[in-house]
Nanobody
Framework: QVQLVESGGGLVQAGGSLRLSCAAS????????MAWFRQAPGNERVFVAG????????DYAESVQGRFTISRDNAKNTVYLQMNSLQPADTDVYFC????????????????WGQGTPVTVSS
């Protein structure tokens, strides 16, 4: 069982930066692949970035490539999402998720979810 708690969301002007953190409970954090998703009310969760358990495999959605960076610190049981050059279109609630699958494809492949942290980018 893994519990995930996100933090770091907030209000920022366009062009600004935020760093999201996701703290995980449990001693097996290093065995989970992690990811960040975003979701608007009434919409499905959309993949933003993912990182393998070892950190050697990283994927990004095309819309954030070059602007966002996902990383993890297994010693601190934490995964991060550094968000730079934020745009109003990035406004959403951001969730972190964990899975034991080696090659997760969709949101349904993730077993554990945090409660989400809101990100609002003003123009």
């Amino acid at each position: 069982q893994v519990q995930l708690v996100e933090s770091g969301g907030g209000l920022v002007q366009a062009g600004g930066s935020l760093r999201l953190s996701c703290a995980a409970s449990g001693r097996t954090f290093s065995t989970y692949a992690m990811a960040w998703f975003r979701q608007a009310p009434g919409n499905e969760r959309v993949f933003v970035a993912g990182i393998s358990w070892s950190g050697d495999k990283i994927d990004y959605a095309e819309s954030v490539q070059g602007r966002f960076t996902i990383s993890r610190d297994n010693a601190k049981n934490t995964v991060y999402l550094q968000m730079n050059s934020l745009q109003p279109a990035d406004t959403d609630v951001y969730f972190c998720a964990a899975t034991t699958l080696i090659r997760p494809i969709t949101a349904d492949d993730y077993d554990y979810w945090g409660q989400g942290t809101p990100v609002t980018v003003s123009s």
